[in-house]
């Protein structure tokens, strides 16, 4: 990328700023401040940070999308000239405005979806960091894509670390795909010993910094369900092309095998600005303030097979994607219910996938699903994952 002189700076969307991935992006933009302009960001419920990132950056709008918290960022915001709104719909009606040019989907969970496909619609770069977009509606978002012209830049690590493979392969057909894992905070523990695991202590990511929601799931192995089904829109593949495998140290953070057998490796510390701002800045590599990785210092790096009777969210991820249609969107909704009560103390670990389990064989099952049947599919999984969530708190 050229100085700010000769090139535009890109005007950045980022929707879920207060998160995890949101305030990592603030902190690539805040080193790059001749290539990066902040136009709008929008948050959930954390009012204030939203209104601090703003005036950092000036933002041109901001939203808050819970309603009632409308009047703390608007007397915060408006006297300096940053224009304030509430909802989700404004959302999505702001992603296409002329002066955005990529948007950073950085919200968690199926929420994602709606202002996704406004941004795609509108014809947005995305660097998209919402896993749950593709989950449920994979085959609609890429078809999207593909009508529109808008390209879908992966900010996960392990799928940046694909695409950024695939970027060096010369168009070489890729044969499969090995979709590292850190194994998460139980990796070592007995299936007694997690049955009996606490909201702390699964909350205690050993490599990355992430939100709860996103912790859960790398502690039940479900992110990395998550992630295959990602991997099959974003690449093209079958779920039979693409291997999870166990790496703790996390230095790997995925490799692409081609058909002569040769496997090319993305590598790098954890650290989740690297594949923001690739996704940011692409096809141009830009300085980074992080650790660099030192050989020497890299005692071992060691792989293994995921274990799905310890880990079986990963099993039910995989039998989801096998089956297709709307399966994955029940799934990744009774994940989220499971995931929010585990988090309210209601049910235990193994519950989690309990209810995945029953709500994917109670719900109707839909071959070909559009967006609308996406959007009732999820609002029916939720119900009958919420109604199964009952059932297993009161056996507690």
């Not at 795909?177 to 050993?206: C, D, Q, Y």
């Amino acid at each position: 990328m050229e100085s700010s002189g000769q090139t535009p700076k890109r005007r950045i969307a980022i929707l879920g700023s207060t998160g995890s991935i949101g305030r990592q992006a603030l902190d690539v933009i805040r080193q790059h401040r001749d290539m990066f302009e902040v136009e709008l960001l929008t948050a959930n419920n954390n009012s204030s940070l939203l209104a601090e990132q703003a005036l950092e950056f000036g933002a041109n709008s901001v939203v808050i999308c819970n309603v009632a918290r409308y009047d703390e960022v608007a007397v915060a915001l408006q006297p300096h000239g940053i224009k304030v709104f509430a909802g989700m719909k404004s959302v999505c009606d702001l992603v296409a405005g002329e002066n955005i040019d990529i948007v950073l989907t950085a919200m968690v969970g199926f929420s994602g979806l709606e202002s996704t496909v406004a941004a795609i619609k509108a014809g947005k770069a995305i660097a998209l960091a919402n896993k749950e977009t593709l989950v449920a509606a994979g085959e609609t978002v890429m078809a999207l894509a593909r009508r529109y012209r808008v390209p879908i830049l992966p900010v996960d690590s392990e799928h940046s670390a694909i695409f950024q493979c695939l970027q060096g392969s010369c168009g070489a057909v890729l044969s499969r795909i090995h979709l590292t894992a850190s194994g998460g905070p139980f990796r070592t523990w007995s299936r007694e010993e997690i049955a009996k695991v606490t909201k702390k202590e699964a909350l205690k990511h050993p490599r990355w910094n992430m939100g709860a929601k996103v912790t859960i799931d790398s502690a039940t192995m479900m992110n990395k369900g998550l992630e295959v089904m990602e991997a099959k829109w974003l690449f093209g593949v079958e779920p039979s092309q693409i291997e999870v495998v166990v790496h703790p140290q996390s230095v790997i953070h995925s490799m692409v095998e081609f058909e002569d057998g040769a496997v090319m490796a993305q590598l790098g510390h954890p650290d989740m600005r690297e594949p923001i701002q690739y996704a940011l800045s692409y096809p141009h590599r830009l300085p980074l303030n992080n650790r660099k990785l030192d050989f020497a210092e890299l005692a071992e790096l060691t792989f293994q097979a995921p274990d799905t009777e310890r880990f079986p969210a990963l099993s039910l991820a995989y039998e989801a994607v096998r089956r297709g249609g709307n399966m994955p969107c029940i799934m990744n909704a009774a994940n989220e219910v499971a995931v929010n009560a585990f988090l309210d103390d209601r049910i235990g670990f193994y519950d989690i996938s309990g209810i995945i389990s029953e709500t994917m064989d109670g719900v109707d099952f839909v071959s070909g699903p559009d967006l609308d049947t996406i959007f009732r599919t999820n609002k029916a999984a939720m119900a009958k994952a919420l109604e199964i969530t009952e059932k297993f708190a009161f056996k507690r």
